[in-house]
């Protein structure tokens, strides 16, 4: 475990361990929870699809492409769990591949009209 104190910045870093160093390490999808077998029924998301939905997130200059760094605002779910959780899925992509997934960036979806 590692404690920290509420509102206290916290940053995280992934790193890719592979001989093949043309890797891009992208930061998708981050959820937390009170309960770590559970990322379903109490969650709160910091980012979805690249998309920042917690507004203290922020993504942070990594030293190289298999490197993945980010950090946001320590909180918890009200005071009644001791713990929070942490569930990011990362994709790994080609170096400099642009029509990859992991240089698109934030993927918004677009809502279709109903309409005929």
């Known amino acids: 475990p590692y404690y920290?104190?509420?509102d206290q910045n916290l940053y995280l870093q992934a790193s890719l361990h592979s001989s093949d160093q043309n890797l891009k390490l992208f930061v998708d999808t981050c959820v937390a929870s009170?309960?770590?077998s559970d990322f379903r029924t109490l969650v709160y998301e910091l980012t979805r699809s690249g998309c920042a939905v917690d507004s203290t997130?922020?993504?942070?200059?990594p030293p190289r492409?298999?490197?993945a760094r980010f950090g946001f605002n320590a909180f918890s779910f009200v005071n009644r769990f001791p713990?929070?959780?942490?569930k990011c899925e990362?994709?790994?992509?080609?170096y400099q591949d642009y029509s990859s997934r992991?240089?698109?960036?934030?993927?918004k979806r677009f809502k279709r009209s109903a309409g005929s």
Request: some cysteine.
């Open 4 to 6: 920290v104190d509420m």
């Open 65 to 67: 492409s298999d490197v």
């Open 102 to 107: 992991c240089y698109q960036g934030c993927a």
């Open 57 to 61: 997130y922020s993504l942070y200059s």
């Open 83 to 86: 713990a929070v959780f942490l």
């Open 34 to 36: 009170p309960n770590s």
């Open 90 to 94: 990362l994709l790994v992509c080609r």
